[in-house]
Structure formats: structure tokens, C-alpha cells
């Protein structure tokens, strides 16, 4: 089963290497991990998306709580979660394609950032469904790259409550 | 603490003489923080990075800092040294080169969670990525084993740093930490404060058994007709020989340990059932397979102990006493875990653990003891190992502390060396590293100089560190060395004679094994070789009469012998093999 981990972990090259590198060594598997300033500062907060039976995720929660360098851990698995994914995905366009390539943006409530004669960068956030949706959409017109954060996640403030 | 401007502290020092901080190098706070730490001994090795601090070492007096003959044998002295006492074990090596040799030192210490701090010199910060001379990324290289490491890059933090670096390698699960020291910030100057408290946000291990958990223990003991008593490492590593042995008295269960709990129930007892496992007892296996209930102490379930996960133990209710959460239900689910250090929770447990009704299980034990002894067939012509471990023990009392190395001796040991103290039988289990038992019996030596120390070694795992002789002759250290010389890397042989249609492919040492009674005379060590039951006898009498350099007795031993009984990997009781004697 898929599960979304929350980490509140020291801001240092060396807690990323760790946690990286617990996860390769015993070899449990990593989805998506994304690390960013956390609102105290000296702390970071990570966002690990795995899989795995009960009892691997029981292992990965307890050997993260193990590493020194992580303060907290919260499996949101089971929780209410917001999460987000945001994607930058260069696309090419000829002029003529423009217009339709607009009107895709704009169902999915995306941005486009850049633009040039020969191809458009395209802003999007949203549920990992939604990002590879919009992605695939754009694909015809030709991908030149695409780069995604991986999920970002916080635990709802009022459980229990879907906004 | 941090000090931030030193002009400050330089102008408050004219003023308050008394309590003014003195302004040392970051080598001179290195030493200070190692006295406050409580270190008497440190195992090093020099080189360019540490050229500075070792001149400051040169004029110490507070410490003794030992020359090893290779870094390996480094860790692995400051290793037994930390089996033997509980004390941290100190290394300190060079950048590059003398770091990368304390690797295997490290992973040993690491899966053995053996307190360990080991200071690495490093090349100068700004050169550090530039591939300078002698840089290796030794954080990098040991982050999967060690519990935690740091690079001191800042002389403000670096008393700090050591404090932290103890503080983790002696609390919790134990295990090795890592402090990389730059050139330059050694030489680099700043304000000294010892360092007394510890804030790491992320470290808090619990100590103390949930109160409700003990209780629920309590109950859950009860009724238990065929209880079994499991110990592990852990049970040494907290001190918990005697509340271990309080328990297992008035619970009246039997007493099972793994290969590094040995020691921490005395083998002489009644209640012993010796050790458990691949190359265990019978009766301490068939007790696990037959148990009701089956009490881990600080034990890990680890395969060489369960063989096959799924027959491991069938019939009984588990309880697991562990201060790593992590190493509960890991391999074998437990009905009822507590997480905790095994003195602490085993203190609030014995006030309340009450008697169960055992004797008829006892007696069944007693008669299995009777029926599948540990055994082996002697022979006039040649001495076996076994015999040479059950004379040492016969010699030394059981009293002795007994560094292993790791082979079909260290199984023999194990077996028949009948241990009666904790911290008294040191050997790489989790890792299996051979190399270890000549630098970690020295270590242990140096450690307690009072008692006898034998390490007792296989001819091929030998050859990998004996030249730490060479430290035990340097500083009059009088270790005893016993190989059991069997002219073959025997545990590899033994595999391949049962499984591998005796196949002997790469094993057979003896066309260039050295004569080891003159390589251990060449470095100045006391040194005979034996071949009879007379002669180690006398060779024991004389071993225990020296007291100014190390001892190596070559011991002849049988090359055929086996070690049994034995559960091939993976398998269980019922393919248990046994002495076709
Ligand atoms: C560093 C290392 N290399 C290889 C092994 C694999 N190994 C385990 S036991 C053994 C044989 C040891 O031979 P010896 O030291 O003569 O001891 P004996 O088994 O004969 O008692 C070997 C090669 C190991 N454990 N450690
Ligand atoms: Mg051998």
C-alpha cells in the first residue's frame, strides 16, 4: 500500500544522505521524496512517498525514527492529507497550436510560464492524477521536458473535515 | 556552547581572571574534550592531517595514546577495550588512507552496537572535494554504519560535537560515531567550554518500560508451563547480568543466550542451556522448538538464531524486551513487546514476576542434557579444539576474558568455554569479521590489565591482524594468543566437506602458513608450539606465568574436526545434524 510520510528533519546535506541512504541499504522503496524550508528554522520538512506491506512500513517508520537527524515523523497514511505535486513541463508549439494548448491550460487551472516561437513551459499543481492527466494531454504537441516536485504533504488541521 | 566573537571573550578574560575561558586550537580543545569525556585511552595511528594535534598528544599526560600497527586493528582494540568495560572505545587515524582502514572496524562495532567514537583527520575545509591529497569522503563512506557522524568544521562547535558524539555512541542502542576533524580547524583557535548538556531533538530513546506494558508482562508470564528464557547481546550491553539472573530464578525458566549474550547467565548453573542457534545445543534448540513460552532479553531474532523463520518456535507466545524499537517483530511477531533498556525494565519486572510451574519441563531438560550432550570423540594421536577450549577453561577457571576470532573456533568457544561473567567473552557476531579477535583481546588487556586475556584465533583470521603484536610488544602488554591451527580457513571447509561434495576449493592453508611460533618470536613476543595433551598443559602453566609481552602458542589441531551440532542455513530443529560419536 502506498503511504505518505511527513518529516521533520535537521536542515543538513547529511540527514538527506541518511535517509536516502537507509532507504537504498535495507532496501525499502521511495515513490517520490521532496525537502524544502519547514516553518522552524534549522528544520526541513520532507515528504516521502513509499510502498509496502504493513509490516515494511512499520520497519521504515521506525528505523526513520531511528536516524538521529530526524526530529518527527508522521505517517499521514489513514489521516486526512492535503498534498500537492507541482510539475514544469516544456511543450512544443508552433504558433497554430498555441490557442489549443491554451485551452487545455485552462481546463486543468494550470499557468503557462515561458513562451518562445517554438515551444511554451506550462505551470501545473494538483494531485499526482492530475499532473500526469495534463501531461499526457500535452504530449502530442511534443514534449521537450518535464520536471515534477514529487508530493508535498500536511496533515488537515480538522480531521475528518474535506475541504 | 558558542562563541562567536573572540574579542569579547579575550576582554572579559582581563577582567574575571578566575573563571576566564582559556583560548586553545581546536587540537587543544580535541585533548580537553577527551579528558572531560572521562578517556584514559585512545588507539591511533598518525599522519599529515593530524601532524599538528599529535604534537600536542607528544606533551599529554592525562591520556595514554596508543600506536596500533594498522587502523583496522585500531577499532577493533578500541572495540574490545569497549566489550570489556562499557566504556567507549577511543580511535584516532589520519585523512584518506588511515580512515578508509578503520571501515570494517567500524561495521563490526556498528552491528554489534559496541560504543564507539572514531575521530578521523581530514584534509583542510576549503580543499575538501578538491580530491586533495589524502582525501577520502569518509562521512559518506561510514554514514550506513555508523549511529551518527559529524564533520567539525568550526572550532565554536567543537567541544560541542565530541560531547554529542559520546553522548550517542554510549546511550540507547549503542553503537560507532564518526567525528572528522579538518586540518584547519585544528590549528584554528577559539574560546573553551566544556560541554555538559546534550540538545538533539531527534534523540530520545526510551529508557523505561511502559509501566502498563510491565504489568501486562506480569500477567502475560503467568500460566507458562514451559517457559524459555532468550538473551541477547543486549542484556551485556546493558548490565543486566544479575537482573537477568534474577529473573530467570524466580520465573524458573531456563536460560538460552546467542553468541553475544554469552556471559550474561552463569553456564555453570543449572538453568543454563548454554547457546541457541545454528551451532546452539541440542537441548537449548529442541527447548525453543518445544517452548510454550519464549521470553527474547535484548535479542534480535537474527537468522543464524531462527533458521527457518516459519518453524522457528512454533508453539509459543513471544515476549520481546528491546530498547530498539525497531528490532521488535522485525523477524518473528511478539505478542507482547516492551520497549526499553533490559536493567531498567527487568528492575521494575522481578519485584513481580511470579514462579511458574515448571519443574516437569525442567526435568524433561535435565534428561535431554543427559541424552544429547555437547560431544566429541578424542583422540591419542591428535589434539582436537574443542579439548584445547575445555582446558583453557579447566585452566583459567571459566574467569578468563575470552577474544574470539571468528571460524569454526569461535563456535568451539562459545560451546565449551563455560563463561560465568558478562563482558567476558568478546566476539564479531553480528558482522562475523575475521581479524578481530587478535587487536580486540588487546584491547580488552589494556582495558583490564588485572585479568588474564586470551584471544583465541583461527590460522587463516590470524594472519589478517597479527601484526598487532607488534603494539602488545611496544607497550609490554601480556595478551595471550592461542591459534587453534588447523591449517585450513576450517568453518569454509566444513561447508564445503558437507555440502559441497568436499570440493576443498581455496581453503587449504597449511602448504603456506608461516611457522607462527618464529613469526611471533621475530616481533618479541613469548611464543611454543603444541601438539599434545601434555605439552598445552604445560604450555598453559607457562602462558599464565608471563606478565611483561604477549604470548602465542601454535596449537596443532585436528584438520578433519566438525563443528556439531549443526541446523544448515535455513533449516530448522528437526534438521538439526549432530557428532557422529
Ligand atoms: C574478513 C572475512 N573474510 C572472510 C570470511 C569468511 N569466513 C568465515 S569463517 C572462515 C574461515 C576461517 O578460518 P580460520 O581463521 O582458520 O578459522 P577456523 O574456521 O579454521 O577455525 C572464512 C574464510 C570472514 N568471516 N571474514
Ligand atoms: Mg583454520
Known amino acids: 500500500m502506498k503511504h505518505t510520510i511527513n518529516l521533520l528533519v535537521e536542515n543538513n546535506v547529511g540527514s538527506l544522505l541518511r535517509i536516502a541512504g537507509m532507504f537504498s541499504g535495507r532496501g525499502f522503496n521511495i515513490d517520490s521524496i521532496s525537502v524544502g524550508a519547514s516553518e522552524e528554522e534549522g528544520l526541513s520538512r520532507m515528504t516521502i512517498v513509499t510502498h509496502g506491506d504493513d509490516e515494511i512500513i512499520e520497519q521504515i517508520n521506525k528505523q526513520l525514527n531511528k536516524c538521529i537527524n530526524v526530529v518527527k515523523v508522521f505517517d499521514l497514511t489513514g489521516e486526512a492529507f492535503v498534498h500537492r505535486e ?24 494550470a499557468k503557462i510560464i515561458d513562451l518562445s516561437p517554438t515551444a511554451l513551459t506550462v505551470e501545473a499543481t ?33 480531521q475528518g473535515v474535506t475541504v | 556552547m558558542l562563541v562567536t566573537s573572540s574579542p569579547e571573550v579575550e576582554k572579559s578574560s582581563t577582567d574575571e581572571k578566575m573563571t576566564a575561558p582559556q583560548i586553545l586550537t581546536g587540537a587543544e580543545i580535541f585533548l580537553e574534550s577527551l579528558v572531560h569525556e572521562g578517556v584514559d585511552t585512545v588507539f591511533g595511528y598518525p599522519g599529515g592531517a593530524l601532524i599538528s594535534l599529535y604534537d600536542y598528544i607528544f606533551k599529554e599526560t592525562r591520556l595514554r595514546h596508543l600506536l596500533v600497527t594498522h587502523e583496522q586493528g585500531g577499532t577493533h582494540a578500541a572495540d574490545g577495550y569497549a566489550r570489556a568495560t562499557g566504556k567507549p572505545g577511543i580511535v584516532l587515524v589520519t585523512s584518506g588512507p588511515g580512515a578508509t582502514n578503520t571501515v570494517t572496524g567500524i561495521a563490526t562495532a556498528f552491528m554489534d552496537s559496541v560504543p564507539m567514537v572514531v575521530f578521523t583527520g581530514q584534509v583542510p575545509s ?25 564533520l567539525a568544521t568550526n572550532v565554536d562547535e567543537l567541544a560541542d560535537i565530541i560531547h554529542k558524539a559520546f553522548h550517542i555512541a554510549v546511550t540507547g542502542r549503542p553503537g560507532p560515531v564518526l567525528v572528522d576533524l579538518p586540518k584547519d580547524m585544528l590549528a584554528s583557535k577559539t574560546a573553551y567550554f566544556p560541554a555538559t548538556d546534550v540538545e538533539l531533538r531527534g534523540y530520545k530513546p526510551t529508557v523505561k518500560g511502559s509501566f502498563k506494558q510491565v504489568r501486562n508482562a506480569a500477567k502475560f508470564l503467568q500460566g507458562a508451563k514451559k517457559p524459555v528464557v532468550y538473551v541477547g547481546g543486549g542484556a551485556i550491553l546493558s548490565n543486566a547480568a544479575e537482573e537477568v539472573t534474577e529473573f530467570a530464578r524466580k520465573l524458573n525458566a531456563p536460560v538460552t543466550m546467542t553468541l553475544l549474550g554469552l556471559g550474561a547467565f552463569p553456564e555453570t548453573d543449572d538453568l543454563s542451556l548454554g547457546m541457541l542457534g545454528m551451532h546452539g545445543t541440542w537441548y537449548a534448540n529442541k527447548a525453543v522448538d518445544d517452548c510454550d513460552l519464549l521470553i527474547a532479553v535484548g535479542a534480535r531474532f537474527d537468522d543464524r538464531v531462527t533458521g527457518n523463520l516459519e518453524k522457528f518456535s512454533p508453539n509459543s507466545k513471544k515476549m520481546q524486551i528491546d530498547i530498539d524499537p525497531s528490532c ?21 519486572l522481578n519485584p513481580v514476576v511470579e514462579k511458574c510451574d515448571s519443574d516437569e519441563w525442567l526435568q524433561e531438560i535435565a534428561q535431554w542434557k543427559k541424552d544429547h550432550p555437547l560431544r566429541y570423540a578424542k583422540n591419542e594421536n591428535v589434539l582436537k579444539p574443542q579439548q584445547v577450549i575445555e582446558e583453557l577453561s579447566i585452566a583459567t577457571k571459566g574467569n578468563a576474558i575470552i577474544a574470539s576470532d571468528v571460524g569454526q573456533h569461535q563456535m568451539w568457544i562459545a560451546q565449551w568455554y563455560k563463561f560465568t561473567q558478562p563482558r567476558s567473552h568478546l566476539s564479531s557476531g553480528g558482522l562475523g569479521t575475521m581479524g578481530f579477535g587478535v587487536p580486540a583481546a588487546l584491547g580488552a588487556q589494556v582495558a583490564c590489565p588485572d585479568r588474564t586475556v586470551v584471544g583465541i584465533v583461527g590460522d587463516g583470521g590470524f594472519q589478517m591482524t597479527s601484526m598487532e603484536i607488534a603494539t602488545a610488544v611496544r607497550y ?57 595433551l601434555d605439552e598445552l598443559r604445560d604450555a598453559f602453566d607457562k602462558m599464565m606465568a608471563v606478565t611483561d609481552r604477549p604470548v602465542v602458542l601454535d596449537v596443532i589441531v585436528d584438520q578433519q574436526e566438525k563443528v556439531y551440532p549443526m541446523i544448515p542455513a535455513n533449516g530448522s530443529f528437526e534438521n538439526i545434524l549432530e557428532a557422529d560419536v
Open chain 2, 476 to 532: 609490554s602488554i601480556p595478551v595471550k594468543f592461542v591459534i587453534l591451527n588447523n591449517g585450513y580457513l576450517g568453518m569454509v571447509r566444513q561447508w564445503q566437506e558437507l555440502f559441497f561434495d568436499k570440493r576443498y576449493s581455496n581453503t587449504h592453508l597449511n602448504p603456506s602458513n608461516p611457522d607462527f611460533k618464529k613469526l611471533a618470536e621475530s616481533y618479541g613476543a613469548f611464543a611454543l608450539q603444541v601438539k599434545t
Open chain 1, 86 to 109: 507541482l510539475a514544469l513541463i516544456k511543450v512544443q508549439a508552433t504558433p497554430v497550436e498555441r490557442s489549443e494548448i491554451m485551452q487545455i491550460v485552462e481546463v486543468f487551472r
Open chain 2, 126 to 150: 576549503h580543499m575538501i572535494g578538491n580530491d586533495a591529497f589524502q582525501e577520502a569522503d569518509i562521512l559518506g563512506i561510514t554514514r550506513p554504519i555508523t549511529k551518527h557522524s559529524y
Open chain 1, 126 to 158: 494538483g494531485t499526482e492524477d492530475k499532473i500526469s492527466a495534463i501531461i499526457s494531454m500535452l504530449q502530442p504537441f511534443g514534449l521537450k521536458a518535464v520536471s515534477r516536485t514529487g508530493r508535498i504533504a500536511l496533515k488537515r488541521e480538522f
Open chain 2, 328 to 348: 521488535i517483530g522485525k523477524n518473528v511477531p511478539v505478542d507482547l513487546p516492551i520497549v526499553g533498556d533490559v536493567k531498567s525494565v527487568l528492575e521494575e
